[in-house]
């Protein structure tokens, strides 16, 4: 990411879809890596509860080795208060209405706060109909 584009993200809240896939997990490495100073990331992944959400993120994403070099540069106890501080994780599927996410209080925020969406879900079935 250049510089300018990386500034352009401070302040600003991201949605990103399929935040448990190749794609997302490099995106949010670099926005959290290069603009600590993002709002708010909401983070959609299938799952069934806040509950799961938060340890698919967890184990999907920031315990993998992507994370390694923030982790070294700002410490396991400064990347996880960051991650606390701006990440949130919302539950539910893209294929879904409304994303699939049942609880209506963080819909309305995630509608009324996101300034950007990142819109990388993808299907894992490979033989879809085009």
């Known amino acids: 990411m250049e510089p300018n584009r990386v500034q352009f993200l401070e302040n ?29 990331l909401y983070l959609l992944v299938r ?3 806040n509950k799961s959400a938060e340890q698919r993120l967890h184990n999907e994403v920031f315990e993998k080795d992507l ?11 400064s990347l996880n208060a960051l991650v606390s501080e701006k990440v949130v994780p919302v539950p539910g599927d893209v294929t879904l209405n409304n994303m699939g996410v049942s ?17 990388a879900a993808a299907t894992t079935r490979f033989d879809e109909r085009l």
């Open 47 to 49: 799952a069934s509860d």
């Open 12 to 40: 600003k809240t991201l949605l990103v879809t399929g935040a448990s896939g190749f794609l997302s997990k490099v995106f949010v490495e670099r926005v959290l890596s290069l603009q600590p100073n993002v709002k708010k």
């Open 67 to 77: 994370f390694k070099v923030l982790r070294k540069n700002i410490g396991d106890e």
């Open 103 to 119: 609880d209506s209080n963080l819909l309305q925020d995630m509608m009324q706060e996101t300034d950007i969406v990142v819109h």
